[in-house]
């Protein structure tokens, strides 16, 4: 446990911090987020092959009152036989159609026996990029359209629709429940997109291409982010108790290797005594044979009374 105490060290635990989250948010945020666009993509594309086969219906089987909405049945071709209300008309601002600036042109539309719907005429092609081009008025008599049924669109945040230097009606989305509170004219919460050659129609808006795109692989690569990120850390941590053990084992060698040091524990070896050269073993036989003459003069002298000469005992070499 002693070895993992650098985990708690200020870097190590930022790091932790920001895996963690980062990991939480694959899991959380993105990779939903990702597969949610993905599975609604989908979902438009089987609605649109379907419309594609289907027959048009009446529009009142779909939107029978005036505050129905058919989000089910998006793409769904409808015919519907009433009038334009061109004084309720607005434009749509900001949007992009086969890749140019464009204004969409929003009318309601009362239909006979039915609701109110708002029905999208079409593009128009701006002039220096945000100006209104003239274009044609949609008919008052009574007509017949066949459209496509679409969903309302969400307010764009921080925009508010405004009326432009020529007095036009300006949006920034096709919110129906907005644009009823401007015109002061009730209106379905589904609306219509003209098909092409219909009476009041404008610049035809084309189909969307039915490609899933890139959302379900973009998903799952969060997802293995998400599991990457925490086996990266291990890895990291792995690769430092490793390192750490590396530098120890250096440090053992080194200690060993320097003359007087041990390791703790370890016996004391005996010091071996160095070998005697020729002169020390000569000298050390001769105070060997001077030790015993010594001897052997003092017994001799302690038996006949006499004391030993001083100079008896030494040995000149």
Avoid at 99 to 125: H, K, M, Q
Avoid at 227 to 233: H, K, N, Q, T
Avoid at 261 to 270: D, L, V, W
């Amino acid at each position: 446990m002693k070895r993992l105490t650098f985990l708690f060290r200020p870097q190590w635990i930022a790091l932790f911090i920001v895996v963690v989250a980062f990991a939480y948010l694959c899991f959380t945020v993105l990779a939903p987020w990702q597969l949610g666009k993905n599975t609604k993509t989908s979902r438009e594309n089987n609605q649109i092959s379907h419309s594609l086969q289907a027959d048009p219906v009446p529009v009142t089987t779909l939107l029978p009152q005036q505050d129905s909405v058919a989000p089910d049945a998006q793409w769904q071709r409808v015919t519907a036989t009433g009038h334009y209300m061109p004084k309720a008309e607005v434009l749509v601002r900001l949007r992009v159609v086969d890749g140019e600036p464009a204004f969409e042109v929003l009318t309601p539309f009362a239909v006979d026996g039915g609701p109110v719907v708002l029905v999208d005429r079409g593009f128009i092609t701006p002039i220096d990029g945000n100006k209104v081009p003239e274009f044609a008025a949609a008919p008052t008599d009574q007509v017949t359209i066949t459209a496509r049924l679409r969903d309302a669109e969400a307010r764009v945040v921080g925009k508010e629709p405004f009326r432009g230097e020529d007095g036009a009606q300006q949006v920034y989305s096709i919110n129906t429940e907005q644009i009823s509170s401007i015109t002061g004219v009730p209106l379905a919460g589904s609306y219509l997109q003209l098909v092409a050659e219909q009476p009041g129609g404008l610049g035809e808006i084309s189909l969307p291409h039915l490609d899933a795109g890139p959302f379900l692989s973009y998903g799952i690569q969060w997802i293995a982010f998400g599991i990457v990120a925490p086996l990266g850390l291990g890895y990291f941590v792995y690769a430092e108790i490793q390192q750490r053990r590396r530098e120890r084992s250096r440090a053992e060698g080194v200690r060993r290797a320097r003359p007087g040091t041990h390791q703790r524990g370890e016996a004391r070896r005996p010091l071996r005594k160095a070998p005697l050269s020729a002169n020390s073993t000569a000298t050390a036989a001769a105070e060997a044979c001077t030790a015993r003459e010594s001897r052997t003069v003092r017994a001799t002298s302690t038996t006949s009374g006499m004391r030993p000469s001083p100079r008896v005992g030494r040995i000149s070499s």
